[in-house]
């Protein structure tokens, strides 16, 4: 009996614009490795807020060229090795971050960007590590240099980075604020942290006495831009740090108000605002900084491959749980691109690439040990 063969498949985004923009795209060969590449088999790639701003063309810091395959990071196992490839053998599992690329059944990759991810860990619990943790791991401890007891503040606390964030202050004993809309309160208390709505009567009452009674934070991650960014830095104690990261209130308020994306007003001002940040951020001592993983990543490769390293270390330690709240299999994408839009996820969404066409079970948020069970049956080791 002939195997059926074995075909990549990978989302495609053909024409900048809204979620309609992705389809499914199948290829009967393989992409092949050349001098000093693996390919590798996909068993979790991200679904997630920036895969968002790719798709609207909204992601300045890229160049992005159509077609373009969506898909900002992936876990996989190495099934083919180009030449000259020696650090790596058939089987070994590794992570990367992409940027675009990884929302596919195959990749390929250059061997010497991959990071080894430990067999014991869970591929859908290991991939919110390589974008989200990091992110929260190295504005943390490498932008802000947070320390055991600093209190911190986070604005878009119930987002990927977020929760990301506010599990690692759980894991490392540093006090923590979170923001985010008021039916986020049990997901951020959940994690230990003091819960604050931005969509309240008076949202900067409370935040305003926290910041009193607390003498300032001297730690602010800042992945939402609500506040004005003076707010935002009056906030620090002194010596403080603030680290901006990302620009998910602007694209909310617009989604609450009927609109598909903000406005060009909008646009100029988060625009400017980014550029403000960037200018603060050079003046000697500068108390705030924008923190982008790509670019850190370009001037300090060895700290990607320390932090996601101890990143996994610390889940095989079952020091940190990644929240997830749903696996989407590659035919799904377009209702995962959805719900991120409409800010109807709790921490992160995950793609398996492996899941039958057609769907995959709901799994609630919270009920990970369910998923996790069953993506061991198909990936299993
Ligand atoms: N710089 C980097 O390297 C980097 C890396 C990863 C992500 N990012 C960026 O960081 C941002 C967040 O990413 P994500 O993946 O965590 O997005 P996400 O999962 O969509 O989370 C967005 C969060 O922002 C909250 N939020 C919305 N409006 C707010 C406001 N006015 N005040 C406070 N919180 C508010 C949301 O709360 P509700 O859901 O309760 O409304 C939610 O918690 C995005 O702009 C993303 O592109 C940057």
């Given at each position: ?8 498949r990978r989302?495609?985004?053909g ?6 923009q992705i389809?499914l795209v199948?290829?009967?060969?393989l992409?092949?490795p050349?001098e000093?590449?693996?390919?590798i ?5 991200s679904?997630?807020?920036t ?7 909204l992601?300045?810091v890229l ?19 180009g030449?000259?490839v ?14 675009i690329?990884g ?5 390929v ?7 080894a991810?430990?067999?014991g860990v ?6 919110p590590l390589?974008?989200?943790y ?6 943390l401890?490498?932008?802000a240099?947070a320390q055991?007891g ?8 119930s987002g990927?980075?977020?929760?990301a964030?506010?599990?690692?202050c759980r894991?490392f004993?540093l006090p923590?604020?979170?923001v985010a ?9 959940g ?14 009452g ?9 003498g300032g934070?001297?730690v602010?991650?800042d ?9 935002v830095?009056?906030r ?10 990302g620009?998910?209130a ?6 609450k108000?009927?609109g598909e994306?903000?406005?060009?007003l909008?646009?100029?001002r988060f625009?400017?605002?980014f550029?403000r940040?960037k200018?603060?951020?050079h ?10 993983i790509?670019?850190c990543?370009r001037?300090?490769p060895?700290?990607f491959q320390e ?5 996994f270390n610390l ?5 940190i749980t ?17 719900l ?6 709790e921490?992160r969404l995950?793609l398996?690439?492996?899941l ?6 709901y799994v609630?948020?919270g009920?990970?040990a369910a998923?996790?069970?069953l ?6 080791g």
């Amino acid at each position: 009996m002939r195997l059926p063969a074995v075909m990549l498949r990978r989302l495609e985004i053909g024409a900048f614009g809204g979620p309609e923009q992705i389809r499914l795209v199948e290829e009967a060969r393989l992409p092949q490795p050349g001098e000093g590449e693996v390919r590798i088999r996909v068993e979790a790639s991200s679904l997630v807020f920036t895969d968002m701003l790719i798709r609207r063309n909204l992601y300045p810091v890229l160049k992005l060229r159509l077609p373009l395959t969506p898909g900002y990071d992936f876990v996989g196992r190495i099934e083919a090795l180009g030449s000259g490839v020696s650090r790596w053998r058939v089987g070994d599992r590794v992570a990367d971050l992409t940027q675009i690329g990884g929302n596919a059944t195959h990749l390929v990759r250059t061997a010497a960007s991959l990071v080894a991810v430990p067999q014991g860990v869970n591929a859908i619990q290991a991939e919110p590590l390589i974008l989200s943790y990091m992110t929260a791991w190295q504005a943390l401890f490498r932008e802000a240099k947070a320390q055991p007891g600093d209190q911190v503040l986070i604005y878009g606390a119930s987002g990927a980075v977020g929760l990301a964030a506010l599990d690692l202050c759980r894991a490392f004993g540093l006090p923590a604020v979170g923001v985010a809309s008021a039916r986020r309160e049990p997901v951020v208390e959940g994690l230990g942290a003091t819960f604050v709505a931005y969509d309240t009567a008076d949202p900067a009452g409370p935040l305003d006495r926290l910041t009193r009674d607390l003498g300032g934070f001297k730690v602010i991650l800042d992945a939402a831009r609500g506040e004005t960014l003076s707010s935002v830095m009056a906030r620090l104690a002194p010596g403080g740090r603030l680290v901006a990261l990302g620009f998910s209130a602007p694209f909310r308020t617009a989604y609450k108000a009927g609109g598909e994306q903000p406005g060009l007003l909008a646009r100029l001002r988060f625009g400017y605002d980014f550029l403000r940040i960037k200018w603060l951020s050079h003046r000697p001592n500068a108390a705030v900084s924008f923190y982008d993983i790509a670019s850190c990543r370009r001037q300090h490769p060895q700290w990607f491959q320390e932090d996601l390293s101890s990143l996994f270390n610390l889940l095989e330690a079952g020091r940190i749980t990644p929240r997830i709240q749903r696996v989407f299999g590659l035919g799904d994408a377009v209702e995962a691109h959805r719900l991120i839009e409409a800010g109807q996820v709790e921490g992160r969404l995950v793609l398996d690439p492996g899941l039958p066409i057609g769907g995959d079970p709901y799994v609630s948020p919270g009920d990970n040990a369910a998923k996790t069970t069953l993506h061991q049956q198909r990936h299993p080791g």
